[in-house]
């Protein structure tokens, strides 16, 4: 499927005011629409569904409002995996006497059609006067599919679908993805300064974006499931990759992965990596290191053609607390390079910032974007960087 350009203001992250520090809460993001039109009311709740970053997956974050004669009467999103879902929440959330005889519902995904850990929520909304339901887009899920509009619209319910759609379709990345053959996500991030370097020779570079760059980029950590460096990034800047400057609700921390084929991390006290899982090349893990508690082995050497492979079929059948939906790996050059060879991404976030260094190296550069094969979605500007995202067309 193309993945056409989203409107102004949106990414794959959702409303991107809407995960910045400076704008926290869903009222301190301005509209982009004419309050009270489908585009409007569709739009509050894709926001409304932020809420559910983090803690819905493996289930998608979805929002609903429901609205009569122009005002909201109330709005829900998806709670933890295995609770509500949002047009539940929404209907909990309804004044005690609330008369929905010519309401209107705005939902982000398909109503559900099938029990699962919770009823099907498209048994909420026959038989109460509702005058319309507006999903913007069809649920992937094949248990879904189109069947949850097909039970409403033989309930007699009116239903319409396709408002702002590719927005909230981009904001329900990566459940979009995973719906399909696919089980787990792989999504690259990298910053570049003006020349396209990633880093200079003498350690200076850490940050080469501004704050709400790295705000955005917060938001993406609790967005996805898991984030990856390579050792060099770690023995460098020692990131913590943990979600802290971004805008509330900031509910989980990622697992945090080290890619680390050399070894090189081996001789760090434990202390330095708690949080962290290093994978490093099994030849290379001495015998009291082969626990699988910080240390993980991968079926391959350094210079292993499918190295890159070996590592995501590692990462990917290793045990977590929930399923591995999605994995961003944030660098440095040498890792994506590897892992863009083998044609692991599905996705890529990059941002050029306006930061120069001196000393830089032909090692560090990568291109301003994933190449042939990706569609462009979103071009945004954060003061002086500019942030584009891309998503592998199907
Ligand atoms: N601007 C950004 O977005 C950004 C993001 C992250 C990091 N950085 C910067 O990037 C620099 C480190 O990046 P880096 O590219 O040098 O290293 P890296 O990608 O962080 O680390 C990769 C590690 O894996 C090893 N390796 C062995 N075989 C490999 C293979 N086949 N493919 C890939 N790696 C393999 C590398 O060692 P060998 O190279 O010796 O093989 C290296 O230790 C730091 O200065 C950091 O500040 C910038």
Known sequence: ?????????????????????DRVG??????LFRAGTDDYWMEQALIESMNSVGISAPNP????VIV???RELARGHTQAWKQAHAERMAFHALPQDADLEGAEVFVTLEPCSHTGFQPPCSDLFPG???ARIVVATVDPDPRVSGEGLRRLATSGVRVETGVLEPEVRASLFPFTKTRGPKKTVWVAKWARMPSGHLADVDGNSKWITNAKSRAYTHWLRQKYDA????ARTFLVDRPALTVRDC???????PERVVFDPRGELLSLPESELECFRVLVCNDLLPEPRRDGTVFVGMDATPESPDLGLVFKSTLESMNFEKPLQSVMVEGGARLLRTLFESGVFDAAHTFTGAQKFDRLSAREWLESGPGAGFSPCTHHVFDEDVLQEWVKED
């Open 61 to 64: 974050g979805v929002g609903c």
């Open 247 to 253: 805008a509330l609700p900031r509910q989980r921390q």
């Open 26 to 31: 869903v009222n301190g993001v301005e509209s």
């Open 1 to 21: 499927m193309q993945w056409k350009p989203l409107r102004p203001g949106f990414g794959l992250a959702g409303r991107i005011d809407r995960t910045l520090v």
């Open 227 to 230: 984030v990856v460096v390579g």
């Open 128 to 130: 109460r006067g509702i």
């Open 68 to 70: 009569k004669n122009g």
